[in-house]
C-alpha cells in the first residue's frame, strides 16, 4: 500500500481495536477532541486544522477501521452501530473516558450514535454537515450502490482506475473534490493526490460498499435515536454550497436537538474544514471556548459568533 501523507505538526501512531491496527494522528494539548472523517476520507481530512484547534485540545484524528491506512478486515462489520461501538473501544484503548467529539459526513452520523450509545461521554458534539435523515441529496446514487449490479459496476471502474495511477487521480479530482468544494479553484495541489493513495488499496471499495449497504437502514435508526441527544451541547456547520448532505436538512436537525446552534459558511461546499479551514476553525474555537466557559459557571447559555 502507497505511503501516507505526512502532516506537520502530528504524530502518527497505532493501537489495536478488535484485533485491527487502526491507525490515528496526535496533535495538540489540552483535553481530547476526537475527529472523525467521512466517507471516502481519513485523518488527511483534517490537515489544515491541526495547529489551529491543536491550541485548545489535544487531538486525536482517527482512520476509521476499514478506512485510511488503517486495516481493513474483510469481516468487518460497518453498520453504524457497530462502527461507533469500534470508535468507543478506540478511546477505551487510548485511556480516553470523556471528549470532545468532531464528525463530518458520514462520521457525523457516526458520531451521533456514538451519542447515542454513551451520551455522557461526550462533553461537546460537532457535527460538520452530517449525513442524516433529512437529506435529500445522494439517495438514488445510494440506492443503485446498494444493489449487486451498481456495487460489481463500481468495482469495474476502480478496478480499472487501480491499473493507472493518474486515473486515480483524476477520479478523485473530477468526481469528488469538484462535486464537495463550493469554490474548486480552493482545491490545493496536493488534495487529490492525498485522498487517492488510500483508494489504491482494494479493500477502500470495499469498505465504502459495505457502509453503503447498510446506509437506508441507519438512517431510520439514526431517526429514532435523536431524542438521546436532547441534553447535548451541539455546534452544527454547514457550507451553503454543499452537494452532498442537504444544507437544508440542518434546520430539521437543529429543530431535533434543542441545545445546538447552527452556523452556515456562505459559497462553501462540504468540506468547510478544507475549503475555508481559518473561517472553520474560527467557529469551531469560539464554540469550545463557550463550552468551557459554560463548564467553569454552570451557565446554560451558549453563544457561537461567525
Known amino acids: 500500500m502507497a505511503q501516507a501523507p505526512r502532516i506537520a505538526g502530528t504524530e502518527e501512531h497505532w493501537v489495536d481495536v478488535d484485533g485491527c491496527r487502526v491507525r490515528y494522528l496526535f496533535s495538540g494539548q489540552g483535553r481530547p477532541l476526537l475527529l472523525i472523517h467521512g466517507l471516502l476520507g481519513y485523518s488527511f481530512s483534517w490537515r489544515y486544522n491541526f495547529e489551529a484547534l491543536g491550541e485548545m485540545r489535544s487531538l486525536y484524528a482517527i482512520d476509521l477501521p476499514g478506512a485510511g491506512f488503517s486495516e481493513r478486515p474483510c469481516d468487518l462489520n460497518c453498520g453504524m452501530r457497530e462502527s461507533a461501538e ?6 477505551d484503548e487510548l485511556g480516553i473516558h470523556t471528549a470532545d467529539v468532531i464528525g463530518t459526513s458520514h462520521g457525523g452520523a457516526l458520531a451521533m450514535y456514538m451519542a447515542a450509545i454513551a451520551p455522557e461521554r461526550i462533553a461537546n ?23 449487486r449490479f451498481g456495487a460489481a459496476a463500481m468495482r469495474f471502474g476502480t478496478a480499472a482506475m487501480r491499473a493507472a495511477y493518474p486515473a486515480a487521480l483524476r477520479f478523485v479530482q473530477d468526481f469528488f473534490l469538484k462535486r464537495v468544494y463550493g469554490d ?15 483508494l489504491q488499496d482494494p479493500g477502500a471499495l470495499e469498505y465504502g460498499l459495505k457502509v453503503v449497504r447498510c446506509w437506508r437502514g441507519d438512517m431510520n435508526r439514526l431517526a429514532g435515536l435523536m431524542e438521546r441527544l436532547a441534553d447535548m451541547r451541539v455546534l ?38 478544507e475549503e475555508a479551514p481559518a473561517e472553520f476553525s474560527r467557529v469551531v474555537l469560539r464554540f469550545l471556548a463557550s463550552a468551557d466557559q459554560f463548564s467553569r459557571n454552570g451557565s446554560s447559555r451558549i453563544e457561537v459568533k461567525s
Open 86 to 91: 469500534r470508535v468507543w473501544r478506540f478511546l
Open 125 to 147: 458534539l460537532i457535527l460538520v454537515a452530517p449525513a442524516n435523515p433529512w437529506s435529500r441529496f445522494g439517495r438514488h446514487m445510494i440506492w443503485g450502490l446498494e444493489n
Open 184 to 198: 474548486i479553484s480552493r482545491i490545493s495541489p496536493d488534495t487529490a493526490e492525498g485522498y487517492s493513495v488510500a
Open 236 to 273: 452544527l456547520v454547514w457550507g451553503t454550497a454543499d452537494g452532498a448532505v442537504d444544507p437544508q436538512s440542518a434546520d430539521e436537525l437543529k429543530q431535533r436537538l434543542p441545545k445546538s446552534e447552527l452556523q452556515m459558511l456562505d459559497g462553501v461546499g462540504h468540506l468547510p474544514y
